[in-house]
């Protein structure tokens, strides 16, 4: 078999990587909304430290030692560096095979294959569809990165290394399975009328959702930063405060609800039918919705006044 056969049958590792994320957070947050508080053994405090970070971790009782394994929470940064990198790269690579008909580098094929290979493919003709949705994760990735270096202030809050070690796979992971979902084996060069051509009210209507929660996770991490600054923009507190305004209204962390929209958004650039990225957008339903439920428990205990009608994730639901 040729390195460039990548589909054979129906499911590949990419689906089986991402199906396993799924279940490893739906799994999680049941655990946590079911067992909280009802055990201090061990094991209970190993998860809640792999599980939490940031504001959320600070009041829990765990032994110094595993302190060892923390590391600075405003290192988040260094996921978005290393997306836009790595991701910026396979973008360059694939507007090379688009436009000139050669094929990807023998070592991204030999990855692809490995990923890819039993992957249900797009079919033929539906290139401005992976390319699209590469320039949007580049977009996202170079938005989250400006946010983290100039506009979040972060504390001295801390994240697992293993959350840490997760976070820099995770962004090389999603550029490879957007490329899974395309073979580019014809050898043909396309042009921009070509592409064009191709373009469809998906395209249109996936990124319009794609902007829409992406200008709203701005706002919404503006909020957050602006509770820590004064008027002049200067940081004067480390504390945590009731943050309200846009999505606030309605859930105690709509910067995950916008990020769980701009997945749907890119998920409807792939015709809203493709089983790989559905994978991805359960994935970030779960493992958002965990963190949220821990952050909306953090205010409700912190502050008395706290809405009563927020929801953690997602409004009038949960």
């Known amino acids: 078999m040729q390195l460039t056969e990548w589909h054979v049958s129906n499911f590949s590792i990419v689906n089986a990587v991402w199906l396993f994320f799924c279940l490893a957070f739906f799994?999680?947050?049941n655990i946590h909304v079911f067992i909280k508080g009802h055990t201090n053994s061990i094991l209970h405090i190993l998860f809640q430290d792999f599980i939490r970070y940031g504001k959320t971790k600070k009041d829990l009782?765990?032994?110094?030692?595993?302190?060892?394994?923390?590391?600075?929470?405003?290192?988040?940064?260094?996921?978005?560096?290393?997306?836009?990198?790595?991701?910026?790269?396979?973008?360059w690579l694939l507007l090379h095979v688009v436009f000139s008909g050669e094929q990807f580098p023998r070592w991204l094929q030999t990855v692809l294959y490995v990923l890819c290979q039993h992957a249900p493919m797009d079919k033929s003709g539906d290139e401005v569809s992976v390319v699209l949705m590469l320039v949007l994760l580049?977009?996202?990735?170079?938005?989250?990165?400006?946010?983290?270096?100039?506009?979040?202030?972060?504390?001295?809050?801390?994240?697992?290394?293993?959350?840490?070690?997760?976070?820099?796979?995770?962004?090389?992971?999603?550029?490879?399975?957007?490329?899974?979902?395309k073979t580019f084996t014809e050898n043909k060069a396309y042009s921009l009328s070509d592409l064009y051509e191709q373009v469809g009210w998906n395209h249109i209507m996936g990124s319009a959702i794609f902007l829409w929660g992406f200008c709203h996770q701005y706002r919404c991490h503006a909020i957050l930063a602006n509770l820590r600054k004064n008027k002049s923009g200067e940081v004067v507190t480390w504390s945590h405060s009731i943050p309200y305004g846009d999505w606030?209204?309605?859930?105690?962390?709509?910067?995950?609800?916008?990020?769980?929209?701009?997945?749907?958004?890119?998920?409807?650039v792939f015709g809203g039918l493709n089983f790989t990225w559905w994978l991805v957008v359960m994935y970030v339903l779960f493992s958002h919705a965990l963190e949220a439920v821990l952050c909306h428990e953090f205010y409700v205990k912190k502050f008395e006044s706290y809405p009563k009608h927020r929801k953690a994730f997602i409004p009038l639901i949960f």
């Open 27 to 29: 799994i999680s947050l």
């Open 61 to 91: 009782q765990r032994p110094k030692r595993l302190y060892s394994f923390d590391v600075p929470k405003r290192w988040f940064s260094h996921f978005y560096v290393i997306s836009v990198i790595w991701n910026g790269m396979l973008l």
């Open 138 to 181: 580049l977009l996202q990735s170079i938005h989250r990165l400006i946010e983290c270096l100039f506009i979040s202030v972060f504390s001295n809050g801390v994240i697992h290394l293993v959350q840490y070690c997760f976070g820099v796979c995770y962004y090389i992971l999603l550029g490879l399975t957007i490329l899974c979902q």
């Open 248 to 268: 606030f209204e309605h859930v105690s962390c709509p910067n995950y609800l916008a990020e769980l929209v701009i997945y749907l958004g890119m998920g409807l």
